[in-house]
């Protein structure tokens, strides 16, 4: 008896195993803990169906367990750069998304949300009185700012940096004017903080420091008392479907997270805002490439490059005054025979 027992255990508990649904957050900490709760909070009814939200980096397997379909939650950029490499499924033709949904021409990502991000601290240095909002161009070129400006490495959020490359393009310039943005950014910095719980602790030693984080992180217990700005642009936050077994069932797990009454209740709770048309959009190809140039080429080295140019534009002026003197000393001469 006992034996028969054992094995409708191992069953039942095969038959669960086979049937899990991954929900995976992408997403920095800890916003990516506060989406899960949020997800988990909104969604009851999910823990009845065997779905499980969990946390993971961004560079993780996009698969769920057992080479099973998962929906992967992450910015809009990463999931358009991941479509590159991994297989995302299409969204079926006769999903029910609401209208006012953003889904991306090729129907593999949904685009719920949109991610804004705050300088927090001393931010008399860039605030500017006749617009609202801070450009990350601006950012990068407050030279006041020197070692006093803390932003997350992208090795534990690409935002900012994505968003000042999108500023950039935007404005007309090429990858050579976004590696010269990201520099200007690097020489205000004089250390990188692992993650925003280092960041906040930074900040709690020392109150003159200015910090770029994402605008919910913002609000939070860790940085509400210092002075906030916005900073241009914002991040889409989407989800899709990750191919795999069981992919009809992550559809219908994703379609019910965009209905309003989860997807408006998460935007709530976490701090993101409706998702617009104007959000960051960067070339996908572009996106592994540009991060390989910054840790080679850019991170840490800011302020070395700057002081260079710094050299070069003396010594440029230094030649140009030194040929303006011969100039003058010759045209003297000339007058005095």
């Known amino acids: 008896m006992r034996g028969h027992l054992a ?7 095969m038959q669960t195993a086979a049937g899990a649904q991954d929900v995976c957050v992408a997403l920095p900490q800890p916003l990516a803990d506060r989406v899960a709760e949020a997800l988990r909070a909104a969604w009851p009814q999910a823990l009845d169906r065997n779905v499980t939200v969990r946390v993971v980096a961004p560079t993780s397997p996009l698969e769920g367990a057992a080479g099973r379909a998962a929906i992967l939650v992450a910015d809009g950029p990463t999931l358009h750069q991941r479509s590159l490499v991994a297989a995302l499924a299409e969204l079926p033709p006769d999903a029910d998304i609401p209208p006012s949904m953003r889904v991306t021409s090729d129907r593999r990502v949904a685009l719920p949300w949109s991610l804004g991000y705050s300088v927090c601290g001393d931010v008399a ?21 020197g070692d006093r400006l803390r932003i997350a490495p992208p090795t534990c959020d ?39 719980v280092a960041l906040a602790a930074a900040c709690a030693r ?18 509400s008392s210092l002075a906030r700005v916005p900073l241009a642009g914002a991040l889409p936050i989407g989800l899709c479907v990750c191919d795999g077994v069981g992919k009809e069932g992550a559809f219908a797990l994703l379609l019910e997270i965009l209905q ?16 617009d048309i104007g959000d960051a959009e960067v070339p996908s190809d572009s996106i592994e490439k540009a ?14 490059v700057e002081r260079v140019a710094d050299w070069l534009d003396f010594a440029a002026l230094s030649a140009m005054a030194l040929v303006l003197v011969v100039i003058l000393v010759r045209q003297r001469k000339g007058v005095l025979k």
């Open 206 to 223: 020392d109150s003159s420091l200015t910090v770029a984080v994402p605008t919910p992180v913002a609000a939070s217990t860790s940085f």
């Open 158 to 196: 690409r935002g900012p940096w994505l968003l000042a490359m999108h500023e950039t393009l935007r404005r007309g310039g090429g990858d050579n004017a976004v590696f010269g943005v990201w520099t200007a950014l690097d020489a205000r910095i004089a250390a990188y903080e692992p993650d925003y």
């Open 291 to 304: 991060f390989s140039h910054f840790a080679l080429r850019i991170q840490g080295q800011g302020r070395h």
């Open 125 to 145: 240095n860039v605030a500017q009185r006749e617009r609202p909002e801070v450009s990350w161009e601006d950012l990068a070129l407050a030279f006041g700012l």
């Open 7 to 13: 094995i409708c255990v191992a069953v039942l508990a």
């Open 260 to 275: 309003p009454s989860i997807e408006v209740a998460v935007r709530e709770r976490v701090g993101f805002v409706a998702a």
